[in-house]
């Protein structure tokens, strides 16, 4: 009750010096400033020791009201949803839909009044040779753009410092081959940001993040990107990715066998889960030259023949290069040394792809690695895959479209098909695509699974078998 007479009273005090100065001043003994209703300032000799805070509050959606009960004209709030087109920030209300207020340190209009409504740039890929294969736009909404001013800045999405583009003051940015170095268009595969600062009069806004891609890789969720390796391991790499697509499987040169499946151009290698670049993998190899003699074994190459990473030991000839062969037990190639499954012969080393020393991807450099259930679940979610029929057209397989059926290609992924843990016969090629990921599932691990008709990367699969190998390296939000 004493705090509810405080309030009162103070409430009343407010009112009252409203009403006979029509000002008021809070922090401060001297009058208000006479342009304002509220002056939150000290007195005009001391500088202010704390800030306005907004009332936080959780927007639902850009056009409800929510939680409030309806559009206010001029209402700011602190919002602290994230998602959607909905970012943690200063919003404020035009009397229909919340718009966000953002500030840059580029940019000091003469009101930070955020009216002009921008529609988010749109995706731009760059293939592995520097060609344009779309371009970037910035639209405006259906408004007058007369005496208009844009500016276009670059964004390190790892440090986030932003750099004016000097050349880009029009509504649409054009990046082209020819000019991408100064664009800052250079690593392959790295991913570059760009926004665009909107000025008319004393109103500015600032647009959503649009994003360069140079090289291989896919969209994952919330818009961020993975660059991946331009072609399966143990395939030719630098293959660009017409020559990939339009290539018609055929290894009647290589290895001695006239049959695609052992064509490793476009397809790559076959690796057993877990095993480390050893030979073991290689495609072009006759089956009958390369498997062991570990059938009918109930648990696979026993702990003797393991090193401390929990990989055969190399002087072992007769089985060190060889694709273990499996038909018992967890259908896995290597014995364990405990009831997880997940250690080598010291249980202090990781004997998975975990290790750096066991995986095979480190071979196209330090940050590349054999990637996640996870990764390969959103590269399924966020991406269009459309397949094609291989045969006169070339090889059988989904192409990845992170913008849409209609935009340009940014992976292929042939359906390679796998190696079977029972005789080391190669199954479905040309109509199955098996590919490995990191990720454990128990004593068996997690791939990605395709047809021509669905792709899954929940799929599950004892370690014995053989399947190719597509790495991964950085990711950006």
Same mark, same amino acid.
């Given at each position: ?47 202010? !020791?704390?800030? @306005? ?10 056009? *409800? ?13 602190? /919002?602290? !949803? ?11 209300? #035009? ?15 003469? !009101? ?10 749109? @995706? ?13 736009? @910035? ?10 001013? =844009? ?9 986030? *410092?932003? $750099? ?6 029009? &509504? ?6 020819? /000019? ?5 268009? $250079? ?5 570059? %940001? ?38 399966? *391991? ?12 339009? =290539? ?9 066998? /006239? #049959? ?6 476009? =397809? ?9 670049? &050893? ?9 009958? /030259? ?29 089985? =060190? ?26 249980? &202090? ?28 679940? %959103?590269?399924?979610?966020?991406? $269009? ?26 992976? @292929? ?37 395709? $047809? ?26």
């Amino acid at each position: 009750m004493k705090q509810k007479m405080i309030f009162l009273a103070l409430t009343l005090f407010v009112l009252s010096a409203a009403s006979v100065n029509a000002q008021v001043r809070i922090g401060g003994t001297t009058d208000p400033n006479s342009s304002a209703i509220l002056d939150l300032n000290p007195d005009d000799e001391n500088d202010a !020791t704390g800030g @306005f805070l907004l009332p936080r509050v959780r927007l639902i959606d850009l056009t *409800l009201s929510d939680p409030f009960d309806e559009h206010v004209k001029g209402l700011m709030v602190y /919002n602290k !949803t994230s998602g959607g087109e909905l970012n943690e920030g200063i919003y404020y209300n #035009n009397g229909e839909k919340w718009f966000p207020v953002i500030s840059d340190e580029n940019v000091t209009p003469a !009101t930070a009044s955020p009216i002009i409504f921008l529609r988010q740039p749109g @995706f731009l890929w760059l293939g592995t040779d520097g060609e344009l294969t779309d371009t970037l736009t @910035f639209e405006l909404a259906a408004v007058n753009k007369t005496g208009f001013t =844009y500016q276009w800045y670059k964004r390190d999405p790892e440090t986030l *410092l932003s $750099t004016a583009i000097e050349e880009a003051t029009s &509504d649409t940015l054009f990046i082209e081959k020819d /000019n991408r170095m100064s664009s800052g268009i $250079t690593d392959a595969g790295k991913v570059y %940001q760009f926004y665009c600062v909107v000025v008319s009069g004393s109103q500015y806004s600032i647009s959503g993040i649009g994003r360069v891609v140079y090289g291989a890789g896919a969209r994952l969720a919330n818009g961020g990107w993975i660059k991946v390796a331009n072609a399966n *391991l143990g395939a030719k790499q630098d293959l660009s990715l017409d020559k990939q697509i339009a =290539y018609q499987p055929n290894a009647g040169s290589s290895g001695g066998v /006239n #049959n695609k499946a052992y064509d490793p151009t476009v =397809y790559g290698d076959w690796y057993q889960w877990g095993r480390k670049k &050893d030979g073991h993998q290689k495609r072009e190899l006759l089956a009958t /030259n390369t498997v062991s003699t570990y059938l009918n074994s109930p648990n696979g190459v026993g702990l003797d023949s393991l090193d401390a990473y929990g990989q055969i030991k190399s002087d072992l000839s007769d089985i =060190y290069y060889k694709f273990i062969q499996r038909n018992a037990g967890t259908c896995d190639w290597r014995q364990y040394p405990n009831e997880n499954g997940n250690f080598a012969t010291d249980p &202090d080393d990781d004997w998975t792809w975990g290790n750096p020393a066991n995986d095979p991807c480190k071979s196209l450099g330090s940050t590349w690695r054999v990637p996640t259930q996870v990764e390969w679940a %959103q590269i399924v979610s966020n991406n $269009t895959w459309l397949w094609q029929e291989g045969g006169a057209n070339g090889t059988s397989g989904y192409l990845l479209k992170p913008g849409g059926a209609n935009k340009p290609t940014t992976l @292929f992924l042939p359906a390679a098909g796998g190696r079977n843990r029972t005789g080391g016969a190669p199954y479905s090629i040309g109509s199955v695509g098996d590919y490995w990921s990191s990720t454990v599932a128990g004593t068996s691990s997690y791939n990605l699974y395709f $047809t021509s008709g669905s792709a899954s990367a929940a799929n599950t699969n004892g370690r014995a078998l053989g399947m190719p190998v597509r790495c991964v390296s950085e990711w950006y939000d």
